[in-house]
T-cell receptor, first 111, second 117 residues
């Protein structure tokens, strides 16, 4: 999992609550990404960021928000507007144009 | 549009036998191709990549992949499978350059490899 940490590993929330997932990297990578993984499915891109203070929507950004105030950090907030938030969330980082390195993931369960 | 396909949901192989996990791609321009492996409840681990050069790419844990431009394929291979190779494998292709020059990855749906003793 390299120099990327995600916390917590497991997260439980009640429906209607916002929740923030942490992602930190010490690889000095410019780009960071958030993916969602559902059982039996591949990865779907939520948001990505190329540089500090800039980020772009991915394929499934609705109901999520991010910030990139520091190069090392790219937190993801799952808002109450996300209709099916229960999933495995993966953060990744890369140098521009190179392979991505992934964190260990956070499993979010909303009941 | 860029895309990648993994035609097999699951591949079963006996320990010690060679294994192949298939991947085909569709890109405009030169393909940048990647293989990742995921163990249960873990993040993805990078195995290997093809950017340019030799069609046979060697990666981590004894894996290799063969780039075939005419067949638009990038199959993952290993000469002798281990039970510990059992995991979920993802093929990915770099998306086409967008405004600003940024390239993101497009992942296949994944193939579950089961290696039996």
């Amino acid at each position: 999992d390299g120099g990327i940490t995600q916390s917590p590993k497991y997260l439980f929330r009640k429906e209607g609550q916002n929740v923030t997932l942490s992602c930190e990297q010490n690889l000095n990578h410019d780009a960071m990404y958030w993916y969602r993984q559902d059982p039996g499915q591949g990865l779907r891109l939520i948001y990505y960021s190329q540089i500090v203070n800039d980020f772009q929507k991915g394929d499934i950004a609705e109901g999520y928000s991010v910030s990139r105030e520091k190069k090392e950090s790219f937190p993801l907030t799952v808002t109450s507007a996300q209709k099916n938030p229960t999933a495995f969330y993966l953060c990744a980082s890369s140098k521009q144009g190179y392979e991505q390195y992934f964190g260990p993931g956070t499993r979010l369960t909303v009941t | 549009a860029q895309s990648v396909a993994q035609p097999e949901d699951q591949v079963n192989v006996a320990e010690g036998n060679p294994l192949t996990v298939k991947c085909t791609y569709s890109v405009s321009g030169n393909p940048y191709l990647f293989w990742y492996v995921q163990y249960p409840n873990r993040g993805l681990q990078f195995l290997l990549k093809y950017i340019t050069g030799d069609n046979l790419v060697k990666g981590s844990y004894g894996f290799e992949a063969e780039f075939n431009k005419s067949q638009t394929s990038f199959h993952l291979k290993k000469p002798s499978a281990l039970v510990s190779d059992s995991a979920l494998y993802f093929c990915a292709v770099r998306d086409a350059p967008r405004h600003g020059g940024y390239n993101k990855l497009i992942f296949g749906a994944g193939t579950r490899l089961a290696v039996h003793p």
